[in-house]
Structures are given as C-alpha cells and as structure tokens.
C-alpha cells in the first residue's frame, strides 16, 4: 500500500477505523519514534516507555475516532495519549521508586535541556531558535512540567517560586515558543 | 479559583498551559474538563499547546526495532515477537509463590459466541468489532476501549506467540478485549483469570473453554498484572500451573 505513505493523518485514521493494520503501521512508522522518546523521556525506563507506546497504538487501534483531525495532528494526539500515561504512572505510588532512580540517572547526566533534547536538524534548527528566545523562568517551568512530569504547583516548589507565576509562565512561554515557530515556518500545522 | 466566587474565563485560560501539559492536579483537571467540554475557545488552545510540545518533544529518533511487532502481535494473528517474555517476569516466578486466596467478589461475565458474522477477510481483526456491537458486555468493552482515562494492556505467552489485549477502567471495570487468542481448551478444562495484587493471586473468575470478549472488575487499584490460566472444570482456589499469557497493568487514577 504505497498510497499510505502519502496518506494525510485524517486518511490514516479513516482506514484505521476500517481496521486496515497496514495503515496502523503506517501511523507507528511516523509516529512511534516520537511517542517512545518521550515517554522514556518521562519515564526514564525503557520498558515502561515500550508498554506506553503498545498501548497508544493498541487505543488507536480500538479507538481511533478519539482522534479529530480537525483539532490537529496525529502526533500532537498521540504525544498528548502518551504523556498522559506516562504522567501517570510516575505520580502512581508504584512508580516512586522509579522516578527517584529516573531522576538520579539525570542528575548524572549533563546538558539536560531543551536544546539538548531536540536532535532532527531542520526541526531543531527552528525550535533551537524559539526555545533560546525563551526567557530563562519560562523555559525552566516548560522543561519540568513537561520532561519532568512535575504538576505546576510541583515545579513551583522548585523552582522557589509562586504557583500563580508558575502557571501563568507556562502558557505564556507555549505561547511564544508558538510565536517563535510560526515566524520561522514551523508553527501551523506542523508534524506531519 | 476559591469556592466563593464563580471562576472567570480567565482562571481557567491561566491553566490552559499546565493542563496541556498534564501538570494541573486532578481536581484541577476534572473543573477544566468541565469548562472545556463548553468553550471551544480554550479547546482551540490547549489542542494549540499540544501542537507546541509535540514538536519539543520530537527526537529524531526511531522506536525499537522489535516495537511493531509486538504491536501487531497484540492485533491479531502476526509476527511473534521472541522479546515478549522479558517484559512479563510472572513467569519465572514459582508455583508454591501463588497463595491460596479465592475472590469471592470478583466479577466475571464472558461472551462466547460473538462476532460471528464477520467478513472473512477481517478475519480475528474484525471478530472484535463485530463483537462489540452487540451485547451490553461488548458494548461496555467497546466503551471502555474509547474512555480516555481507561489503560490498555496485553497479556502474552512467555513465548509471544499468544497475545491478548485487554483495557481496565478507573474504578475496576476490566475487559479482554480478544480471549479468541487464547488456544480452544479441551476435557472440560477451563481458563481461569487471576489478578496478582501485591503478593497475593487473587481468582477473578472462570472464563470457559474458548472465551471471546470477557468483562471482569477488580476492586484493588494496587493490581500490578494479570494472569489466565488453564485449569480443570471448576476452576482452582490457586493456580496449579504456570500462566498461559500474563502481563502487567497501570491501572488507572
């Protein structure tokens, strides 16, 4: 099915909804890579990060009118799925020890940032640019809630700083990281 | 945000932000949902977030190899993936391990005959679908499949030729989505469910000799996997031989 590769995330879904497995590994071809680096971003497990990308895919398998094309891509969707679930199994009791040796490992491990963590080179050229436009608080409270998988009132705590500032940095620094790729070409529809 | 005063639109846009990236509490969450199921405004922008962080968190780089055929194993009839074992250390575990523990609450209602009117090329694939069209269990399965908050899961052979997936709700409504992996059963024997809660085996109920759709509910949120296994008429108060499939679960907040 050579039509697939070419096929928009709306079309996939469609033929997903008419349980074609081909166009479910078309969706995993583009997708899965993305879905698995986040979670073991968060999760800081290769095996928990494996069964929260099976079960994204098996959900969009069972479920795929869950996803609205018109409310954006299919990556954005399924990152969202599985940023979800991994969020959840770090605040789940069982995972406390997981973390704890997941942020152990990072304490370890040097550079960790945005700009570090962003590696295809068109992509991240762009994001390079609107991530070090970030003012510094707003970047900091991104990368915890987001990577980190801390609540904002937890990044608060943190970062020593109000959870109102915390909050209201977070959204205004989506916002400009919005701005920021939007003049160079990378904001609007993007992830194909 | 205090209980005297009635929010404003803008207490919950100063959450859109945190809440797109999963960092609101759950109370938090729940009052948010319930104001953007009505404001396509703040819908447009948390769906406008998302899009943000999709594109930080892009890698470049690829998932593991063997990834997709474990995906596909847990469809339908496909590629047997060699790596399964490894995830599920159920297994390796002895019997004598396996407490004599029987639920007596446990739930179990298994649907045998559905999804026969199914297209032949759809084959096991469509057997769900047609299934789950009918009776109120496929119709709770099918529900359950849809429900955001709900986990997946997938139970396997140590060998991964067998897998069978399966969802589990907030609350305990649990489901197999597919138990036709399961090979038919012959002599009277049955498969039996189990939930592995902490040290404890606990039976969830017998699912007969060849299930299909299987509605269960498991009351403890701290059930870290679950097992079937084959055992004779009747069932058994503890398991007397290894899992057939196992696997672990998330269960749910």
Known sequence: MGSLRDSSDGALAVAIGRWREDALAEAFRRHAGAVYGLAQRVLGDRAAAEEVVQEVFLRLWNAPDRYDPERGSMRAFLLAQAHGRAVDQLRSDSSRRRREQRDAARSAAAGYDLEHEVMDLTVAEHLKEAVSALPEDERRAIELAYFGGHTYREVAVLLDQPEGTVKSRIRSGLMRLRAGLADTGLGSGVSE | MSDQQPPRHEDFQELLGAYALDAVDAD??????????????????VAQHREVAALLAYSGAPAPADLWDRVSAALGPGEPSPNLAALYPLRSRGRRTWPLLVAAAAIVVVVGALGWQV?????????????????????????????????????????????????????????????????????????????????????????????????????????????????????AVQPTASPVVAGTVHPPA
Do not use: N
């Open chain 2, 119 to 235: 297209h032949r090329e759809d084959g096991q694939i469509g057997r769900l679908r047609a299934g789950l069209g009918g009776s109120g269990v496929a119709a709770a399965a099918r529900a359950a499949a849809a429900d955001p908050h709900s986990a997946f899961y997938v139970l396997t052979s140590s060998d991964g030729h067998i897998a069978v997936p399966g969802v589990l709700e907030p609350g305990g409504a649990g489901f197999l989505l597919r138990a036709t992996a399961l090979p038919g059963l012959a002599g009277g024997r049955t498969y039996q469910l189990w939930a592995i809660i902490g040290q404890q085996r606990i039976s969830l109920g017998l699912l007969g000799a060849a299930p299909d759709v299987v509605a269960f509910h498991v009351a403890s949120p701290d059930v870290s996997a679950l097992a079937v296994t084959a055992e004779q008429a009747g069932g």
């Open chain 2, 28 to 45: 938090e969450r729940a009052w948010l949902e319930d104001h953007l199921r009505e404001c396509p405004r703040c819908r447009d922008e």
